[in-house]
């Protein structure tokens, strides 16, 4: 009997071990499972995030949300950032958007927690750091979970990176757009350019007034398209000549459909040709009635 009650107890023991086991198990993947749930919503936020700065206070506070942290910082690598390094801190006692300078790397301890923010390359973009757990450490789970994390953050934050390199390129690009239009349009010649597909590109205000044409019926347009009759005449011709052999023509031709005399200056380039003229009607036909007059004076 002694013997028998020894092996239930023993038994018994055994099984609120395992029992016991089993709920801790099942209590640690409820929690992991949560806590992976979290981690999805928090990065499908930072996925939406507009800005550079709204995307790192976004990972300050989800990071340190989730894993119960006292100070999250999250800052961009040199180089990185608008001007100086960005940090962006968030905590109890910091403001939304509280913007510090950063640290020098800490080395690590188990109340510090810290991983970097990379793009696809590889490229280390920055990195987020949490200090203060409740119970004075961090976990391996814990690491890990904030490593889906920053892999999420690090994605968008390259693409808004890109994003603002692209847009500034943009924005270069069409303020020396607008300087050149500016002085083609000041300038008294009449001005248009073509593309390697003979389309129009660009016109100023005195090439609509001679051509007739609105620049939104040209543009994109081909030019033997769009004025069929000038094949027939030396425009073809010099246009022709100047594409193949690279060289700028000089010449005067007659446009029958307009009724006018052009005085035309093409100069090819890589992107097209870009073509200078005037109306001349004015002086040919003074110089032929000059001609006329002394004809008539000899006779």
Same mark, same amino acid.
């Given at each position: 009997?002694?013997?028998?009650?020894?092996?239930?107890?023993?038994?018994?023991?055994?099984?609120?071990?395992?029992?016991?086991?089993?709920?801790?198990?099942?209590?640690?993947?409820? =929690?992991?499972? =949560?806590?992976?749930?979290?981690?999805?919503?928090?990065?499908? !936020?930072?996925?939406?995030?507009?800005?550079?700065?709204? #995307?790192?206070?976004?990972?300050?506070?989800?990071?340190?949300?989730?894993?119960? &942290?006292? %100070?999250?910082?999250?800052?961009?690598?040199?180089?990185?950032?608008?001007?100086?390094? %960005?940090?962006?801190? /968030?905590?109890?006692?910091?403001?939304?958007? =509280?913007?510090?300078?950063?640290?020098?790397?800490?080395?690590?301890?188990?109340?510090?927690?810290?991983?970097?923010?990379?793009?696809?390359?590889?490229?280390?973009?920055?990195?987020?750091?949490?200090?203060?757990?409740?119970?004075?450490?961090?976990?391996?789970?814990? !690491? +890990?979970?904030?490593?889906?994390?920053?892999?999420?953050?690090?994605?968008?934050?390259?693409?808004?990176?890109?994003?603002?390199?692209?847009?500034?390129?943009?924005?270069?690009?069409?303020?020396?757009?607008?300087?050149?239009?500016?002085?083609?349009? /000041?300038?008294? $010649?009449?001005?248009?350019?073509?593309?390697?597909?003979?389309?129009?590109?660009?016109?100023?205000?005195? &090439?609509?007034?001679? #051509?007739? !044409?609105?620049?939104?019926?040209?543009?994109?347009? +081909?030019?033997?398209?769009?004025?069929?009759?000038?094949?027939?005449?030396?425009?073809?011709?010099?246009?022709?000549?100047?594409?193949?052999?690279?060289?700028?023509?000089?010449?005067?031709?007659?446009?029958?459909?307009?009724?006018?005399?052009?005085?035309?200056?093409?100069?090819?380039?890589?992107?097209?040709?870009?073509?200078?003229?005037?109306?001349?009607?004015? !002086?040919?036909?003074?110089?032929?009635?000059?001609?006329?007059?002394?004809?008539? $004076?000899?006779?």
């Amino acid at each position: 009997v002694a013997i028998g009650a020894l092996a239930m107890s023993v038994l018994f023991g055994a099984s609120l071990l395992a029992l016991s086991h089993v709920v801790r198990r099942q209590q640690w993947q409820r =929690q992991r499972s =949560q806590r992976l749930r979290d981690v999805a919503e928090a990065s499908a !936020r930072l996925v939406q995030a507009p800005t550079v700065e709204v #995307l790192l206070q976004h990972a300050g506070d989800a990071a340190r949300r989730l894993f119960d &942290a006292s %100070l999250a910082r999250v800052s961009l690598a040199a180089g990185e950032g608008p001007g100086t390094q %960005l940090c962006i801190v /968030s905590g109890p006692e910091a403001s939304p958007g =509280q913007v510090a300078d950063p640290e020098p790397h800490a080395p690590d301890h188990p109340a510090r927690l810290a991983v970097p923010l990379v793009g696809q390359d590889g490229h280390r973009l920055g990195q987020i750091e949490l200090t203060g757990h409740p119970n004075g450490k961090f976990s391996a789970d814990d !690491r +890990n979970e904030l490593m889906q994390l920053a892999s999420v953050a690090g994605a968008a934050l390259e693409y808004l990176l890109s994003s603002r390199e692209r847009e500034a390129a943009l924005a270069q690009t069409q303020a020396a757009q607008s300087r050149i239009e500016t002085i083609l349009s /000041s300038i008294s $010649d009449a001005v248009y350019a073509l593309d390697p597909a003979w389309r129009f590109v660009y016109l100023n205000e005195e &090439a609509q007034r001679l #051509l007739q !044409r609105s620049r939104e019926d040209l543009l994109g347009r +081909n030019v033997w398209e769009a004025f069929p009759e000038a094949r027939d005449t030396v425009l073809h011709t010099e246009y022709q000549r100047a594409r193949t052999h690279k060289v700028s023509v000089s010449f005067e031709f007659y446009y029958p459909p307009l009724e006018t005399w052009f005085s035309v200056r093409a100069f090819p380039h890589e992107e097209g040709l870009t073509v200078y003229f005037q109306d001349i009607t004015q !002086r040919v036909e003074t110089e032929a009635r000059l001609r006329q007059a002394q004809k008539m $004076d000899a006779l």
